[in-house]
């Protein structure tokens, strides 16, 4: 609260570019504790980010209420010979001292270096990439998707494996913090209650990106994220708690958590908040090969059907839940699914990623007969996930792949056009990646679930890891990359299982 009051005042006392250096504090130790970042790779722009939090989880980050200057250049060479632009950001106390820098006028397809200088002390350099020009050459594209990283549960091992991986993005599709602490077995601790205040997920972001795991792949490569529920509150759907709290109080709450959010990535200045407001569907193209569509299908949804007596929030209902099938209810939101329409309309890429929080496959989660679904997935929302599905079909946009997470689980799937109906045709893949860090179900739980459903093609519940993607213009290559454990940082890592999706053969094949 205090830094917010004080960013008012300070800021319009002072305009930022007439502060003088002179004038800015010295910093006897690194105030760059939560390292640095890059995101959202256009083929000639890219996002740098840092922030400025001498005592990350104090507070303020440990800073006074002023602005402060922060210079920042980027490089074409590892060792800063060649400075291909430099400049000075502002970073102010209502922003928690975050700067994002969005730069222009780069080339595509380039590898950059850049790093941060405040108060006398220099940030690490981080490495960053653009994308292939529009229109450019197939060429290759390769990413790590990751997904659900409670910090108590496990070391962000994985993110270790990935450095060596060469990659030229990373995709995180949500669960990127808990707001709350579960689980048995815990390596290391919150160290505080749930977050409901803004200084509570800044605090909550700071411990995160304090692990130097997480650090070194922010540093090493792009990245483009979206959210799923525990950015905010578990199952949380658009105004609507899991407490059933009165809206108005769930949106400041939910304000404070996506102001964290952005403080703490590097989104582009377009994704700035508005209150319990922030668009983080986009569009970004690699070249003529990939079209990456990040989808929000948690700020515009419509509540859980048939919740639990109480409460609002998940639930697992049989067809009696007729309100499971009304289709006036919506996972993405009318304009999200508008503009996706159209997204998918224009696409000319040769592939086209779905990134999203949740699992769009048919899961009948009831062994035997009759159905059982859960209600927090698009088994939610079955009329919604037709139209979508519908929309790839009617389309025709080339090659959609769904990459998912949610269910610290790995799971492989046909999507038939009507999901439910095993026998209509398959329209696209799915490649839900596994946990970072959180603890999953057991494997009797998700052999279960392949036994009745034969469009899940692979499922496996018992290790962390993530999905690391090949894709040119001869396939989709998806490695499910697991690690031996999380409980020591400095674990192995193995191949779990390839599958590989061709053009024109929608469906993935194990390889
Ligand atoms: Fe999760």
């Not at 009051?5 to 319009?12: D, N």
């Not at 929000?296 to 949804?301: A, K």
Request: overall charge negative.
């Amino acid at each position: 609260m205090l830094a917010g009051l004080a960013a008012a005042g300070v800021a319009a006392a002072v305009p930022a570019r007439l502060l003088r250096a002179a004038e800015a504090p010295r910093f006897r130790t690194s105030p760059f504790t939560l390292g640095v970042a890059s995101g959202y790779p256009g083929p000639r722009s890219i996002v740098l980010w840092t922030r400025i939090a001498p005592q990350p989880l104090a507070p303020g980050g440990g800073m006074a209420a002023e602005v402060v200057p922060v210079e920042w250049e980027i490089a074409s060479d590892e060792a800063f010979r060649r400075i291909v632009q430099r400049g000075t950001a502002y970073a102010e106390p209502g922003w928690a001292h975050s700067v994002h820098v969005e730069l222009t006028g780069l080339e595509p397809a380039t590898w950059y270096w850049y790093r941060f200088t405040a108060g006398g002390q220099r940030s690490e350099a981080g490495r960053t990439r653009t994308a292939p020009a529009t229109g450019a050459e197939a060429g290759r594209l390769r990413m790590a998707v990751a997904s659900c990283q409670q910090y108590e549960h496990g070391y962000y091992v994985a993110y270790r494996h990935m450095l060596d991986d060469d990659l030229d993005l990373v995709v995180h599709v949500g669960d990127y913090i808990y707001e709350l602490s579960w689980g048995s077995n815990l390596v290391r601790h919150h160290g505080a209650p749930e977050c409901h205040t803004l200084d509570d997920y800044r605090a909550r972001y700071a411990l995160y990106r304090g692990d130097r795991d997480l650090q070194a792949a922010h540093a090493a490569y792009p990245w483009m994220v979206t959210w799923d529920d525990h950015e905010v509150e578990n199952d949380y759907a658009n105004d609507t708690s899991e407490e059933n709290d009165d809206p108005a109080l769930f949106l400041a709450r939910r304000a404070a958590a996506y102001k964290a959010y952005y403080e703490h990535m590097p989104l582009p200045r377009r994704m700035v908040p508005f209150g319990p407001n922030l668009r983080l569907h986009c569009a970004q193209a690699f070249g003529g090969l990939v079209n990456l569509l990040m989808l929000d299908e948690r700020q515009y949804r419509s509540p859980q059907a048939c919740p639990r007596a109480g409460r609002r929030g998940a639930n697992r209902v049989t067809n009696n839940c007729t309100e499971l099938f009304d289709p006036s209810r919506t996972k993405l939101g009318e304009r999200q699914e508008q503009w996706l329409a159209a997204e998918l309309a224009a696409s000319k890429a040769q592939w086209t990623l779905l990134a999203q929080g949740t699992v769009m496959a048919y899961v009948d989660e009831q062994p035997g007969p009759g159905e059982q679904f859960w209600t927090d997935g698009w088994n939610g929302y079955p009329v919604a996930r037709d139209r979508l599905l519908g929309t790839l079909a009617t389309t025709g946009v080339a090659n959609p792949v769904v990459l998912s997470g949610d269910i610290h689980a790995f799971l492989v799937a046909n999507l038939n056009q009507r999901a439910a109906d095993l026998g209509s045709p398959i329209v696209a893949s799915e490649f839900t990646t596994t946990s970072i860090s959180s603890q999953g179900a057991p494997q009797k739980a998700v052999d279960e679930r392949m036994s009745s459903n034969p469009n899940l093609l692979f499922a496996s519940a018992e290790r962390r890891g993530y999905l690391l993607l090949d894709v040119d213009n001869k396939r989709l290559q998806a490695q499910l990359v697991a690690m031996e454990s999380v409980s020591r940082p400095e674990a192995g890592r193995s191949l779990l299982a390839t599958f590989v999706v061709e053009p024109g053969k929608p469906g993935p094949v194990r390889a």
